[in-house]
Structure formats: structure tokens, C-alpha cells
């Protein structure tokens, strides 16, 4: 190994403290609680249905219309979000029609970290003028929020973004997706709506978001030099066990 590549090793390994992984709470003190609704409009009559909750946990509401219905359920644990949507329309309604499910997640992120969302929602039918998925959030503490959407003609939209969640901060997801048409919607559509919370890849001691042979020689250097980012067990002291420790999240990858 040459000279260099040592000191760079060495060098990355003082620059580069693992963070720990996002965790959130549902939590109602800013945003109220969270929501999900299934909503179905046929240009005569409009139904809609709430599921109000602080917790983790499963929901699921359906929404009826002249033959026709919207239906949304929601996994909601301390890993991840899964949403899933299903629309099914018979061709009655007359004039401006919409059948959508909206998510509204309430919490607050205990510990910071990224997380991706993952939206998409397949039409397959007819007389519709849009097929739209929608993200957004709000940070209730900073003030910020974003918004990402994708509207498409027909068929399949989808979108994907990744966002960072700032520890101690109240949020709302607010996601949906939706078909609407002004005149003879018919057919039916399926889409999820996926939130991961991303555990950090500790093997990756450069950051650069692969696990090789850089990160073991970064660990190896850390290691041999008495570095106290190769205590990976974190009891204090830096020995075999640690570097088997390590070589097995190595190994792992991410
Ligand atoms: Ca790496
Ligand atoms: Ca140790």
C-alpha cells in the first residue's frame, strides 16, 4: 500500500462519525392527528371517509359512489409508511368526476436522518383528463416545505424523493393520489405510496455510499493506529473483536 493512500485512509477516518438513523413518533401537538381519506365524487354525489389516528398502526377506509369507489389503506410503523390505493369507476357519473386517497402522517422526527418516498399510481380506463401522485411536506419548526408531483394524461404516474428528517422536528407527509376526468370516467386503478426511513450504512466509513475495499482499509488503518472509530463495539477498548465486528457489516455491504 502506498504511503498516500494510508495518510488518506487515516484522514477520512477522523472526518467520518456514522450518524445515527431517523426514528419518528406520531405526534398531534402541531399538525393535529394524522389522516388518511378515501374520496369519491361522480359529479352527483360526493363520499368521503377519515381515519383519524396518533399511533402506529393499520388503516384502511373505502369511499362509495354510484357503483363506483375509492379505497386507500395504511401501514404506519416505526420503520416505514405503505400506502396502498385502489379505484374502480363504472362509467355512470356525468360531467367533472375525482376519486383519490390523501395520506396526512403527523410526527416528529425523534432522531434525524434521510428517507425516501416512493409514489405511484396506474390508471388503466378511459374519460379521464389526469392521473396525478403528490408529496409534500412541512416542517412545523423551520417553516420550510416542498411539494413534488407528477400528473400524467393516462397510465402510470409516479415520482420518487428523498428528504432529510432534522431531529426534534414536528412534520406532515401529505401525499395523495388521484384520477379525474370530466365526462364518462371508466376503468380502475392501483398505486402505493411507500415512506422508508434509511438506516445508516455504518460500513461505509468514507460516505460515499458503497461498502469496498477503501472502507477496509480506512477501518484497517484506524484499527492498527488505536483510532477510536475502530471500537466498534464501543466498550472502550479496541481489539479482535472489534475488527471481526467490523468485517461482518463489511461483509454485509449495505
Ligand atoms: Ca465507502
Ligand atoms: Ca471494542
Given at each position: 500500500m502506498k504511503m498516500s493512500s494510508v495518510v488518506m485512509a487515516a484522514m477520512a477516518v477522523g472526518a467520518t462519525v456514522a450518524a445515527a438513523g431517523p426514528t419518528w413518533t406520531p405526534d398531534?401537538?402541531?399538525?393535529g392527528n394524522s389522516n388518511i381519506i378515501a374520496a369519491a365524487y361522480d359529479g352527483f354525489v360526493y363520499d368521503q371517509k377519515d381515519a383519524f389516528f396518533n399511533a402506529f398502526g393499520d388503516y384502511t377506509r373505502t369511499a362509495n359512489v354510484g357503483g363506483g369507489s375509492s379505497a386507500q389503506s395504511l401501514r404506519w410503523s416505526p420503520d416505514a409508511a405503505e400506502s396502498d390505493f385502489a379505484v374502480s369507476v363504472n362509467?355512470?357519473?356525468?360531467?367533472y368526476e375525482y376519486y383519490h386517497g390523501r395520506t396526512y402522517l403527523n410526527f416528529v422526527a425523534v432522531e434525524g436522518g434521510e428517507y425516501e418516498v416512493n409514489l405511484s399510481f396506474d390508471w388503466q380506463g378511459s374519460g379521464q383528463d389526469s392521473v396525478v401522485v403528490h408529496f409534500r411536506w412541512f416542517d412545523g419548526d423551520s417553516r420550510q416545505s416542498e411539494t413534488v408531483r407528477r400528473e400524467v394524461p393516462s397510465g402510470r404516474a409516479s415520482l420518487t424523493y428523498t428528504g432529510t428528517l432534522v431531529a426534534g422536528h414536528h412534520y406532515e407527509f401529505y401525499y395523495y393520489a388521484e384520477v379525474a376526468g370530466s365526462g364518462g370516467l371508466s376503468g380502475s386503478g392501483t398505486g402505493s405510496g411507500d415512506i422508508t426511513l434509511h438506516a445508516p450504512c455504518l460500513a461505509d466509513l468514507n460516505g460515499d455510499g458503497v461498502v469496498n475495499t477503501q472502507d477496509f482499509l480506512t477501518f484497517l488503518n484506524a484499527w492498527a493506529s488505536g483510532?477510536?472509530?475502530?471500537d466498534w463495539d464501543r466498550n472502550g477498548t479496541i481489539n479482535t473483536l472489534d475488527f471481526l465486528a467490523y468485517l461482518n457489516e463489511w461483509a454485509a455491504g449495505c
Open positions: 398531534n401537538s402541531v399538525f362509467g355512470n357519473g356525468v360531467g483510532n477510536l472509530v475502530a
